[in-house]
């Protein structure tokens, strides 16, 4: 089964061919870094907008490098949520409209649940491993952390999930009082390799010991308090580069090791031994060495898709489609965006 995969929640404008939920035709990501870039955090308004001037041509990229027509297309799957309303309707609305001109089902995919079925993906010759039922997904994105336990392709239960900012906010928040600019996650991953995670002391922000829920606002706030600080001694007009390099590996390490450990938490409560990191901070290097680590000393199934597949893209929502349809389920043309769409 041939799936059109499209993506626009936030500011990536995004169209993939996937064939019976893994194998890749094709994948086009328009990033829009360049414009949200100069004010230091995605503007809505902006982001509709372009995703409104790409969305054709990046469908038709899609489809020209997968070579195949949308009349060869058997549905099409479209995030419907959650993320940011204007960016959602571009890509629900063309959904629904080549649905209906072109009399091809579609469905409204949730983006989080999308986000560990790229482990599913092979690309051109590729063969891979992949996770065995049940398995832990832990989703590290911009808008979201959670740990989810996967009974099967599109079944699960939420395990825990954040209670204020999520991992990717956090790394772009604290990027930006860094003046590291957006976004701000890749910024902190490179020069925190050349800073040392040692130098500030920030908490853990674990709640409980066995709690799987995430609060990282806390550790953003004591990076502000620090700077503020280290300001407050003597004002300067940016802090020294090694401070940056110590306060960006000081704060990643923090979050990293939340993270890690609260995934270990989650495979001891659930006696899964697959592991699923996904989600935009997964590209994080330090994380994935701290995961893979953690993987090789409690002989832990260890499952990240490549960093492409990692942030946004088209093809695990063509992935999430493909057992959605699967299933029967069927989208509906009164079908609206849903921004705080909620797992579970
Ligand atoms: O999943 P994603 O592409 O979009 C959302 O669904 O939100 O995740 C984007 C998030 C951003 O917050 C970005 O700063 C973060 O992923 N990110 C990273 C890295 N690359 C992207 N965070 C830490 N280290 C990275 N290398
Ligand atoms: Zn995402």
């Not at 829920?213 to 308090?225: D, H, R, W, Y």
């Not at 697959?274 to 680590?293: I, Y």
Request: hydrophobic share 45%; aromatic share 6%; proline share 4%.
């Amino acid at each position: 089964m041939l799936i059109l995969g499209i993506e626009t929640s936030c500011d990536d404008t995004a169209a993939a061919v996937v064939r019976d939920g893994t194998r890749i035709l094709s994948s086009v990501v328009a990033s829009q870094d360049a414009i949200h870039g100069e004010y230091g955090g995605v503007v809505p308004e902006l982001a509709s907008r372009r995703h409104i001037e790409d969305i054709i041509p990046v469908v038709e990229e899609g489809l020209k490098r997968a070579n195949v027509k949308m009349d060869d297309i058997d549905a099409i799957g479209v995030t419907q949520g959650p993320g940011l309303v204007g960016s959602i309707l571009v890509g629900l609305s063309f959904a629904k409209a080549v649905s209906y001109v072109k009399g091809k089902p579609f469905v409204g995919v949730n983006h989080l649940e999308a986000h560990p079925l790229a482990v599913f993906l092979e690309e051109e010759g590729e063969k891979k491993e992949v996770p065995e039922f049940p398995f832990v997904a832990l989703i590290v994105s911009g808008g979201h952390t959670a740990l989810l336990s996967f009974n099967d392709f599109i079944e699960y239960r939420v395990l825990g999930q954040t209670r204020d900012d999520a991992a990717g906010e956090a790394f772009d928040k604290v990027a930006k009082l860094l003046g590291l600019g957006y976004p701000g996650g890749v910024a902190i991953d490179r020069i925190a390799r050349d800073g040392d995670p040692e130098a500030f002391a920030f908490t853990r922000p674990y709640i409980a010991k066995g709690n799987l829920e995430f609060s990282f606002s806390g550790i953003k706030t004591a990076v502000l308090n620090v700077v503020k600080g280290l300001e407050r001694k003597g004002p300067v007009e940016r802090l020294p580069d090694e401070t940056v390099k110590d306060l960006a590996a000081s704060f990643q390490e923090a979050v990293v090791e939340v993270l890690v450990t609260k995934a270990l938490w989650a495979l001891d409560k659930t006696g899964s031994v697959n592991l699923v990191c996904a989600g935009g901070v997964a590209c994080n290097s330090r994380l994935r060495t701290r995961l893979d680590e953690m993987a090789r000393d409690k002989g832990i199934r260890l499952f990240i898709p490549p960093t492409h597949f990692c942030s946004d893209n088209g093809a695990m929502v063509a992935a999430a489609a493909y057992h959605m349809v699967k299933k029967g389920i069927r989208g509906e043309l009164s079908m609206n965006a849903r921004p705080s769409w909620q797992q579970g």
